[in-house]
């Protein structure tokens, strides 16, 4: 690093040198090792008297770091040395670089005043992925492992993303000049355009165009091909509704971008016998007219695991339609330690179908054995009235005109009274 870059043609620029690593360096490496030279060597953090000095070391060991931190530059300047990026040869140029933006993505400031000629840059992490997942209630209850295989795009293998063959002289695309990135004008709206900077799509975002006889054969010069993966998805038992799933960094592959994540937002499918809040379950328990009478001792549920539920019910203890039993530790299991929510069990009787008894000995036994009538109601004048049977309660009232029909009496009523009010004020 002795004398600086100044005193050397670009052919002669050693950037591995420049940073003092191996040219078997690590990306964490390269990094490391510029974190400490910019601190150095950064103009603002030097004395007056060697800052123009210091600014040019500073500019050197910046471009050895633009490029060898990026896969396609660093192999480019393996493969073609300095050469590769040199206009006067076809390469894709030594663009100048914002020194503190460049400082402020390594170290979250900004030093030594602002930015000039920052421009728009390329994404550094390409979009996550985000699909819908349809999971039981058997699946969330037991938790679920999924294998699977997807398509997905990633960086071509031979070309490493370059897009050209080997040892092939790189081109600066001649539309977006080199950036990578063109201005694109999108209608956002009637008479409304908004400027946007979006991937050349001449050079597929690389700065760089080749011939087709140059090309990749095994991208075509796309850059990415598309392969299949085995991925696996883990759903851990007690998992929710809308809760995601995250693979990391298997989304699609862009080249010049950190892969995003592939995110699954699970959806739980209706169940036929459970409705499932938060932690808690119920489900319907269907008892006969008898048993509520008289007790039962039986399984009356099969759980989610398969597991019967058996409840014992002693005789004495009636119960009622829409009654509720509570079954602590029942319901949906959590995520930490071995604890489950609870299980509340609605009770709705079975009745007999109508005919049931087959002769008067029988309606006379059980006469004798349920409760009798209450007391008959006392009137002046009694009416023998005709009646319908399944008749529906939400027909009353329907079609006659009266805002308490549907429900709607409260809300109606508040509102005629709040245009009242409007209309005396």
Request: charged share 35%.
């Amino acid at each position: 690093m002795e004398g600086g870059p100044s005193n050397m043609s670009d052919e002669d620029v050693d950037l591995y040198a420049l940073l003092g690593v191996d040219k078997s360096a690590s990306p964490n490496d390269i990094k490391k090792a510029y974190r400490k030279l910019a601190l150095t060597h950064h103009p603002d953090k030097v004395p007056e008297e060697i800052r123009a000095e210091s600014e040019a070391k500073f500019k050197a060991i910046t471009q050895a770091y633009e490029i060898l931190r990026d896969e396609e530059k660093r192999h480019l300047y393996d493969t073609h040395g300095m050469a590769a990026f040199d206009p006067s040869r076809g390469g894709p140029g030594g663009a100048e670089v914002d020194l503190n933006d460049i400082l402020a993505q390594m170290f979250g400031m900004g030093m030594g005043g602002g930015m000039p000629g920052g421009g728009p840059r390329r994404p550094r992490r390409s979009p996550d992925e985000d699909q819908p997942y349809k999971v039981t209630l058997e699946e969330l209850y037991k938790g679920k492992t999924v294998k699977f295989a997807a398509e997905k795009q990633i960086i071509c293998s031979q070309c490493k993303g370059t897009g050209a063959k080997e040892k092939v002289k790189p081109n600066k695309c001649d539309r977006c000049k080199g950036a990578g990135m063109q201005e694109a004008y999108r209608q956002v709206g009637p008479g409304l355009v908004r400027k946007e900077v979006v991937p050349c799509d001449h050079c597929e975002g690389s700065g760089m165009y080749y011939k087709e006889k140059d090309r990749c054969k095994k991208c075509k010069g796309k850059r990415t091909i598309k392969e299949k993966k085995a991925l696996e998805l883990y759903i851990p038992r007690g998992s929710m509704q809308g809760e995601r799933i995250v693979l990391e960094g298997e989304a699609d592959q862009y080249p010049d971008q950190t892969p995003g994540d592939l995110i699954f937002h699970l959806q739980e499918e209706p169940h036929d016998k459970f409705t499932r809040i938060g932690h808690d379950l119920s489900a319907d328990l269907i008892i006969t007219l008898a048993e509520t009478l008289s007790g039962f001792s039986r399984v009356v549920l099969k759980h989610l695991d398969g597991r019967g539920v058996h409840i014992d019910r002693p005789r004495g203890k009636i119960l009622r339609p829409g009654e509720v039993l509570k079954v602590p530790g029942e319901g949906m299991p959590m995520k930490r330690g071995e604890m489950k929510g609870d299980l509340y069990l609605v009770v709705k009787i079975e009745f007999p179908e109508d005919g049931w008894l087959k002769d008067d000995a029988s309606y006379d036994a059980l006469l004798k054995l349920l409760p009798g009538p209450p007391p008959a109601i006392k009137a002046d004048e009694v009416d023998e009235v005709h009646y319908e049977s399944d008749a529906e309660i939400e027909d009353m009232g329907a079609h006659q005109g009266d805002p308490r029909y549907g429900n709607d009496f409260e809300d109606d009523d508040d509102e005629g009274e709040g245009g009242a009010q409007c209309a005396t004020q």
